[in-house]
């Protein structure tokens, strides 16, 4: 079975690769030093900036862009939960989450 471009190279898994080709849950970080997982981070966020085309979904407005984590978890980087946000609008979000109950949360994205 063919994988889909873009996601990890674990059989079956549809993640997005953070390094060499692997999701995080799939990513063996043992033996990796604290340079290579940080290079590992910053290659996934560019790959998500330059997917989304580097403006502010929330607003459209242009960089310093931010990736904001809609459920609030940081460990949850399905597509589907990333959001690429401006630091205004992901500073509002971010106190949304805070102080909204998780049922009367959304995000506008036009």
Do not use: F
Not at 64 to 89: F, Q, T
């Amino acid at each position: 079975m063919k994988r889909a471009a873009g996601t990890c190279n674990q059989p079956g898994c549809a993640g997005i690769p953070i390094y060499r080709g692997r999701c995080p849950v799939h990513v063996q970080w043992a033996g990796l030093s604290p340079r290579q997982r940080g290079r590992a981070l910053v290659e996934r966020r560019e790959r998500i900036l330059r997917s989304r085309g580097r403006t502010c979904q929330q607003c459209a407005g242009p960089p310093p862009l931010e990736l904001h984590h809609a459920d609030g978890d940081p460990s949850n980087d399905a597509p589907s939960n990333l959001r690429v946000l401006c630091r205004d609008c992901h500073a509002a979000a971010t106190e949304r989450q805070r102080t909204e109950p998780p049922s009367q949360l959304t995000l506008d994205l036009g």
